[in-house]
């Protein structure tokens, strides 16, 4: 048995994986196994492909690495190759078990959100996709082994073996970085950049330019049609308009006023703020009841949902304020730098917040803060306690908060002992309340002060409950009781989970409304009728608006 390794028993299969190790076979299939279970959002079959091969290369990256600590050591290998071949094959009959399980527990997953089953050959589709990937980085892999290598061999010339081959890892990794930070990822982000900038100059019929003076890009405007973008035509153009308030309150309801400036509109943060409070004062926001400083997700996008349960709440007597920052997805902003458009929030809080502590107590509008995703933390970071607390705007309804938000984190981590970290309770509930699907804004022990803030996340969002400590520690959330559509079969593993998460983050907005990252009209109506008090509804007329909107009625 000590001849070539192509001429003793099974080496022509162990050739296909050269340098293989038990360690590693183990590892990787232990990680193969695991990334097939159950997170927070279903995954479609590319993304689980996806997942599965870096998940598989991790385990088997880690075990390598233990297996080279153990030549280190000197720690007894097994004695021959066969011993290896029976190990694999455990391998390959656990890892095809695996892939049978796999089906049920995304179905299981998709059945709590409603979400149709997936279909009966995933698995095999799943097992191509995923050797095929995991080949791909297995070469990339060792092609830059091979170059740590080579230039450990050219610098022994100079120094020692071991100096030598420290310094040829140091010389790969940083010339890895360099490619990947600065070819690779500015170059994604530029055409990511460019892509997003061309969806948002496109016109759409379904956002015809107002004809209605009060309405931001119509007549008189201070701002052009053209230059709210995308997602700001969307938001002008959309309903409800009076009409449609009137049909469904059965009472007299007012035009909801809306302003949105573009990213175009104005060339800097300062200027685009400016020109927001000048819209402002030419339509008469202020004199409404409520003025609302709504700020957008990374793209600039105002989630109709909310629009639409706050206009019908107040029955029309309300001015929204929107500014663009960017125009790219939260979740790549959120990951490219966390205070993405913290600075436009700032310049547009001080200005609205600026004239509105200027009126008279009395007759000035109530003011809240809103933000859904990257567009409630760069929200909660608008303004500080200094600037405020001398006169305290009203309160603030912040949706699928980024796990990087300051205030959600604070509070989440002083949770009432008891108190799930997906559903906290926060001292005595009279500053501070958390909701959800079902509707917890009412549990408190205290009734609401003067000031309120209001969170809506759903325990599947993960947006809100990506955890980078997952990597090493079970996150708080999956502790104790789960949220109604978090799967029973959601287990933590170091990395993997964290891995897991991180699909969940780019994938959160994927399933229906009233799950993941996409929020319902009628939890929209709960947060806002907790906020604003509702007036002139009833809970029968609530329930009932509730039921017509989303019946489509």
């Given at each position: 048995m000590n001849g070539p390794a192509s001429t003793r028993p099974g080496g022509v299969i162990w050739r296909l994986l050269p340098g293989a190790t038990v360690p590693g076979m183990v590892l990787a299939t232990v990680f193969f196994c695991a990334s097939l279970a159950p997170s927070l959002v279903p995954r479609g079959l590319l993304i689980q492909s996806v997942l599965s091969a870096v998940s598989v290369a991790a385990g088997y990256g880690l075990g390598v690495a233990i297996a080279g600590l153990g030549r280190l050591l000197q720690v007894p290998r097994l004695p021959n190759t066969g011993w290896r071949i029976a190990v694999g094959a455990v391998c390959a009959v656990v890892a095809g078990y695996a892939l049978t399980l796999a089906t049920g527990w995304q179905n299981g997953l998709r059945a709590l959100m409603e979400m149709p089953p997936v279909e009966s050959s995933r698995p095999i589709s799943l097992l191509a996709l995923t050797v095929v990937l995991f080949l791909v980085i297995l070469l990339v892999s060792r092609g830059i082994r091979n170059l740590s290598r080579t230039l450990a061999r050219k610098l022994q010339r100079l120094l020692p073996g071991p100096q030598a081959a420290v310094l040829g890892i140091a010389v790969t990794a940083l010339l890895v970085w360099n490619l990947a930070n600065g070819v690779l990822v500015r170059g994604a982000m530029t055409v990511l950049d460019a892509s997003y900038a061309r969806l948002d100059g496109a016109f759409e019929e379904g956002s015809p330019q107002p004809t209605d003076p009060l309405k931001a890009g119509g007549p008189?405007?201070?701002?052009?049609?053209?230059?709210?973008?995308?997602?700001?035509?969307?938001?002008?153009?959309?309903?409800?308009?009076?009409?449609?308030?009137?049909?469904?309150?059965?009472?007299?309801?007012?035009?909801?006023?809306?302003?949105?400036?573009?990213?175009?509109?104005?060339?800097?943060?300062?200027?685009?703020?400016?020109?927001?409070l000048a819209e402002l004062l030419r339509i008469g926001a202020f004199d409404r009841s409520t003025l609302v400083i709504a700020t957008p997700t990374g793209t600039g996008w105002i989630d109709p949902e909310s629009q639409t349960a706050l206009e019908f709440v107040l029955k029309g007597d309300v001015a929204t304020v929107s500014v663009q920052y960017s125009y790219l997805a939260s979740w790549i902003a959120l990951l490219a730098d966390p205070e993405y458009g913290v600075e436009t929030a700032r310049e547009v809080f001080a200005a609205v917040y600026g004239h509105w502590r200027s009126l008279p107590k009395d007759s000035r509008p109530r003011l809240y803060l809103h933000g859904l995703s990257l567009g409630s933390l760069n929200s909660d970071l608008s303004h500080d306690l200094f600037q405020v607390i001398g006169d305290p705007y009203d309160g603030a309804f912040w949706v699928g908060p980024p796990f990087a938000s300051s205030t959600w984190t604070t509070v989440t981590r002083a949770r009432n002992a008891g108190s799930p970290a997906w559903l906290p309770t926060y001292r005595d509930g009279s500053a501070i309340r958390f909701t959800s699907q079902i509707n917890h804004l009412d549990e408190a022990t205290a009734p609401w002060g003067g000031f309120r803030i209001i969170y809506l996340q759903y325990a599947s969002d993960g947006v809100v409950f990506f955890d980078p400590n997952a990597l090493w520690r079970r996150p708080d959330w999956l502790v104790g009781p789960r949220g109604p559509d978090v799967s029973p079969d959601f287990i933590w593993i170091p990395v993997v989970t964290f891995l897991q998460l991180g699909v969940d983050m780019m994938t959160a907005v994927l399933p229906p409304l009233g799950h993941g990252h996409s929020y319902r009209f009628d939890h929209y109506v709960d947060g806002w009728v907790a906020l604003t008090d509702a007036p002139g509804w009833t809970k029968e007329g609530l329930e009932q608006l509730k039921a017509t909107v989303l019946s489509g009625g």
């Open positions: 008189g405007s201070l701002l052009t049609w053209e230059g709210l973008g995308r997602a700001g035509r969307e938001m002008v153009a959309r309903g409800p308009d009076r009409a449609r308030i009137e049909a469904l309150a059965g009472t007299p309801a007012l035009e909801p006023l809306r302003v949105y400036v573009g990213l175009n509109s104005a060339d800097d943060p300062k200027a685009r703020a400016a020109l927001a």
